[in-house]
Structure formats: structure tokens, C-alpha cells
């Protein structure tokens, strides 16, 4: 037996989902742009650092939304 989620609290986990993935993503964003302007400035590649954690943030966020969709269509009875 399914738990029956009313529908603000639906809503609500969808706010929490966006505003989280949104974070993640802005927070991403400046540390990119940032290590890019670094980079321009003192004539050197990206660090593979960087590069490393943006591919893991985005395999997490990835992760994260698709676990929200999956269990979203489990709570639809």
C-alpha cells in the first residue's frame, strides 16, 4: 500500500527538487566561469580538478532527479 501524499506536499517536494538542482547548478556555474577567468588570466589550461567535479555534480544531479521521477510515479495510485 502506496503512502497518498496530499497535493501541496507534492508541490512542495517539487519546489524543494528545483530549488536544489537550480543551487547546484548556479553554484557550478561560478566556479567554472570563475576557474575559466583564472585561467585566461594567468595563461594556463583548466584545472582537471574543476573539470572533474563538474562531471560528478553532474552524475549526482542526474542521480537525484531521476530518483525524485522514479519515486514520483510510485506515489500515483
Known amino acids: 500500500m502506496g503512502v497518498r501524499f496530499s497535493h501541496g506536499l507534492q508541490n512542495m517536494k517539487d519546489k524543494i527538487i528545483i530549488i536544489l538542482t537550480a543551487g547546484i547548478i548556479f553554484i557550478l556555474a561560478m566556479l567554472v566561469i570563475g576557474d575559466f577567468i583564472i585561467s585566461l588570466k594567468e595563461n594556463r589550461p583548466a584545472d582537471e580538478s574543476i573539470v572533474h567535479l563538474v562531471q ?12 525524485y521521477f522514479g519515486n ?3 506515489n500515483k495510485i
Not at 56 to 67: E, L, P, S, T, W
Request: aromatic letters at 0%; charged letters at 0%; proline letters at 0%.
Open 72 to 74: 514520483s510515479n510510485n
Open 56 to 67: 560528478v555534480a553532474i552524475a549526482g544531479i542526474i542521480g537525484i532527479v531521476g530518483g
